[in-house]
């Protein structure tokens, strides 16, 4: 039931975009995204509720298509300090009440 | 406020021996989750209390791991007997109101099951 990262890792220089995807084989209710640094604790990004839904955070947004399972973090303009490990946090429908992230996406930002 | 504060940060025990660890949420979150995080199985949810009772405890490992939550300002994961497979790092989290509010995690206590 853990979803499904892609890719699973990926370098960028700084100002470069990316793209993180999040799929599930089961209906999802929401997707939580969270960025992870070395060594620390993971920190909270944004949350999605409903299908279709759209969120921004400074040049972080990320979208919700709940008819095709799948979660969509984008990244622009992407500055040293977004690197890290990305991982989204599904709650899935008619599954109680169970939350299962993802392996997660390494992201790597050069100079 | 501080955050949410957990203790021990580190703790190394032998196989067999009990282990208690702390979390203090941030006060007035009334939801708390116990989180576990390794190489091999990533982050995972192992409990999740609302109001300072257990909502969904599917994700504990086995009758080895216990949680409570006493009053809505503390609360212990206990592991009795550890086994060197616990070794992990325990986060807590406490968010504002359930699961889909931005949850606050602690720095984590890294324990090691020798």
């Known amino acids: 039931q853990q979803p499904v990262q892609s890719p699973q890792a990926v370098i960028l220089r700084e100002g470069e975009d990316a793209v993180i995807n999040c799929s599930s084989s089961?209906?999802?209710?929401?997707v939580h995204w969270y960025r992870q640094k070395h060594g620390e604790a993971p920190v909270f990004l944004m949350i999605?509720?409903?299908?279709?839904e759209q969120k921004g955070h400074e040049k972080i947004s990320a979208s919700f298509n709940e008819k095709k399972q799948q979660s969509s973090l984008y990244l622009t303009a992407s500055q040293l300090s977004y690197s890290g490990t990305y991982f989204c946090?599904?709650?899935?429908?008619?599954?109680?009440?169970?939350?299962?992230f993802g392996p997660g996406t390494r992201l790597s930002v050069l100079p | 406020d501080a955050g949410v504060i957990q203790s021990p940060r580190h703790e190394v025990t032998e196989m067999g021996q009990e282990v208690t660890l702390r979390c203090k949420p941030i006060?007035?979150?009334?939801?708390l989750f116990w989180y576990r995080q390794t190489m091999m199985r990533g982050l995972e949810l192992l409990i999740y209390f609302n109001n300072n009772v257990p909502i969904d405890d599917s994700g504990m490992p086995e009758d080895r791991f216990s949680a409570k939550m006493p009053n809505a300002s503390f609360s212990t994961l206990k592991i009795q007997p550890s086994e060197p497979r616990d070794s992990a790092v325990y986060f807590c989290a406490s968010s504002l109101e359930g699961k889909n509010t931005e949850a606050f995690f602690g720095q984590g206590t890294r324990l090691t099951v020798v």
């Open positions: 006060s007035g979150h009334n939801s």
């Open positions: 089961k209906a999802l209710y929401s």
């Open positions: 999605l509720l409903k299908g279709g």
């Open positions: 946090g599904t709650e899935m429908r008619n599954y109680g009440q169970n939350f299962v």
